[in-house]
């Protein structure tokens, strides 16, 4: 808009500079009173147009910078160019526009504008865009104090979740110390009886002492050899294992003793033996320890002795290794993933494929490289899979249990008997031990590497339908009754055995299980 008062064009042209009071709006000039009066009786402009200056001064600059008068001719414009879409003045016509033929006269187009509807219908579309400028800032002001409120609303939420967590990792400090008092006080009164045992059998050790001082001194030297006999007999590393209590739980952490219990002739004879020895399936103990959600159904697993675990998902064509923490480490894609099986001779993991007709391979994955590192085709339907150092073992459905050297591809046959039904397989040491899924012939059976039989059990009101099973690093054997709902371990001899777990444990529907030797889990 004009900000200052513009001066009279008629003085300003004689050197006299007044402020205009009027506007004309066909000469496009200020009139200053004096000539204002003129402008009114002169008959070239007594028809003119014109406004009061304070009404011009409200005008944009768009507005009040359009030109009336050709700049080119300096005359004023009468005609209007349709073609170019332009004013003209007569000048102008005939140097540039004397070939176009839509032009018409200026007043005719120009006559009624301000009532026409082009004018009106945009002055509407102007009080329609106000009003949606209204609307727009109306609901971004109602936006920016929704998300004040909302960030409001979410740091509580934020406040209220960490002082839960706080709550709950106090609560676990205060379990996980409490627990460890318990221990504490348990494994102290432990070592107390054992001292204690210890103090007693010491004694006698020395009363042996002194005797064997007097013996040397007093007696024959056939009451010599026979007491040193007896003593002999008495006097031995028993003194010392028949006082350690056997724990049996299985989820414990051993460490190698500090104090070495050591024997002259073994010294001797320059021979050390590492003895184990055996927990009694009385003593084991389970405790869960966690409870991890998996991604479908899972037909077979195995520990690693880095912790992690491997779950196979035949439905879903993929076998995933997960963290202790219950996360996945990352999955492969295997058809028909059923059976796994872990090989620490070369750090890989076997999957057996066999869903619905699907599969009938082995797949050997790397788990360093992370990849597939070979598939073998074993010649038939394969059921369950185990491994022992560079040989796999599995079951040909309905015709045998079949052994793989891994360096050669090389078969064997181990057994055919009970072949026709769904086994699963564990290995420990020289001895094969198989469930059979059809109870009416035999539960569980263990058999040596060659297919000798050493023992078998049938129980069907313990143990219906096994389809799971495992061997703790004791040789004990663990099975999965799918239809009795529980586990039942049986001692390496199968003389023994007795429900570990059961459906009050919460076991329903568990169809494979695996002892992880390494980590004793």
């Known amino acids: 808009m004009a900000s200052s008062v513009p001066s009279c064009g008629v003085c300003e042209y004689q050197n006299i500079f007044k402020p205009a009071s009027i506007w004309c709006l066909d000469c496009d000039e200020g009139l200053c009173p004096d000539c204002k009066e003129h402008h009114k009786i002169f008959k070239a402009t007594r028809k003119h147009g014109t406004i009061p200056i304070s009404g011009y001064q409200t005008l944009p600059d768009y507005i009040t910078n359009i030109k009336q008068i050709c700049s080119t001719h300096d005359e004023k414009y009468h005609i209007y160019c349709n073609e170019h879409e332009c004013t003209c003045c007569c000048k102008c016509i005939v140097e540039t526009h004397i070939k176009c033929q839509n032009i018409v006269n200026l007043d005719g187009i120009v006559k009624n504008t301000k009532t026409s509807n082009a004018f009106l219908e945009f002055h509407e579309t102007l009080h329609e865009v106000a009003e949606n400028i209204k609307r727009i800032r109306r609901d971004k002001n109602c936006n920016l104090k929704a998300l004040s409120e909302n960030r409001k609303q979410k740091k509580c939420e934020i406040q209220q979740v960490r002082l839960n967590i706080n709550q709950y990792l106090d ?72 006082i350690v209590p056997v724990f049996g739980k299985i989820h414990i952490d051993n460490s190698s003793p500090s104090v070495v219990i050591a024997k002259k002739k073994q010294q001797q ?67 028909a993933a059923f059976g796994v099986v872990y090989n620490n001779e070369d750090n890989t993991i076997a999957i057996l494929s066999s869903w619905k007709g699907l599969g009938n391979q082995i797949t050997i994955i790397d788990l360093t490289k992370r ?148 980590t004793h889990h």
């Open 171 to 242: 609560k676990l400090q205060e379990n996980f110390i409490a627990e460890l008092h318990e221990i504490e006080k348990r494994e102290n009164k432990k070592i107390s009886q054992l001292i204690k045992a210890l103090d007693k059998h010491e004694i006698n050790v020395t009363e042996h002492q002194k005797n064997i001082t007097n013996i040397k001194q007093y007696t024959s030297d056939l009451q010599t050899f026979l007491t040193l006999k007896q003593l002999e007999a008495n006097v031995d590393e028993h003194y010392i294992t028949n």
């Open 269 to 335: 004879a320059q021979l050390i033996l590492s003895r184990n020895l055996p927990v009694s399936i009385e003593d084991i103990r389970t405790e869960l320890q966690q409870t991890i959600k998996t991604e479908s159904r899972v037909t077979g697993c195995c520990k690693l002795p880095d912790g992690r675990m491997v779950f196979s998902y035949p439905t879903l064509n993929k076998v995933s290794i997960v963290k202790e923490d219950g996360s996945v480490d990352f999955s492969l894609s295997v058809t």
């Open 371 to 518: 990849k597939v590192k070979k598939t073998i085709s074993p010649g038939g339907q394969t059921i369950e899979i185990a491994a022992t150092n560079k040989t796999l073992l599995y079951q040909i459905y309905k015709k045998a249990i079949q052994t793989m050297d891994l360096t050669d591809e090389s078969t064997r046959d181990i057994t055919t008997e009970n072949m026709n039904t769904a086994i699963t397989i564990a290995i420990y040491g020289h001895k094969l031990y198989y469930s059979s899924y059809d109870y009416h012939t035999v539960n569980v059976v263990c058999c040596n590497l060659d297919g000798t039989n050493q023992w078998s059990f049938k129980d069907e009101n313990l143990l219906k339908y096994p389809y799971g099973i495992s061997a703790d690093d004791n040789g004990n054997v663990y099975v999965v009754g799918s239809g009795t709902k529980n586990v039942v371990v049986f001692s390496q001899d199968g003389q023994k055995h007795r429900e570990l777990l059961s459906l009050k444990d919460g076991l329903k529907s568990a169809c494979t299980i695996n002892f992880g030797r390494a």
